[in-house]
């Protein structure tokens, strides 16, 4: 027969259920280790990490994060083109990154440097999606930085433009 459990008379019942929720929800806030092939690490200033010194991602945790869509023009393709995928200000937020300064490394080892303010000011998103199409590396995939071009004309710039790494692979948080 189970013993009855009575908190003290200092804990109220609402503190003891909130506590046991929090408790039973914890492990989901942190960042679960990937269970299909890493397409996205984040090293360097991240506090959340899951992988050797790293947060690393798969594809269903980067399309379990809330996702984002807009069409925008692109010296890349010759017609507006839809992106989607999750804002960059959330993927750094899922790896809780402290930084000013990303290095971007696509797996053609082209680097760009992102200011992480641009992530704040503007909705750049990690593209897995063109098109509703997953992105193959052959069409510059399987993610793609990608700034809203159309939204303002500041973005229509070659810094910009330069920032837009497709084939990411890596993001290094200074």
Aim: proline residues 9%.
């Amino acid at each position: 027969m189970p013993i009855p459990f009575s908190p003290p008379k200092s804990v109220s019942r609402r503190a003891l259920v909130l506590s046991t929720v929090l408790l039973l929800l914890a492990p989901a806030w942190a960042l679960q280790p990937p269970t299909g092939t890493v397409i996205l690490t984040i090293s360097g200033k991240v506090g959340e990490m899951n992988h050797a010194g790293a947060a690393v991602f798969d594809l269903a945790m980067l399309e379990a994060l809330p996702q984002r869509s807009f069409v925008t023009s692109t010296p890349w393709y010759k017609e507006p083109t839809k992106f989607t995928g999750p804002l960059l200000r959330d993927v750094l937020a899922a790896a809780k990154a402290q930084g000013t300064t990303l290095e971007a490394m696509a797996i053609n080892d082209y680097k760009t440097s992102i200011p992480v303010d641009d992530a704040r000011q503007f909705d750049v998103i990690v593209a897995h999606r063109v098109n509703d199409q997953p992105i193959s590396v052959r069409t510059k995939g399987p993610l793609f930085i990608i700034y809203p071009f159309d939204t303002t004309p500041e973005l229509k710039a070659s810094k910009y433009y330069g920032r837009s790494a497709w084939q990411l692979k890596s993001l290094k948080v200074d």
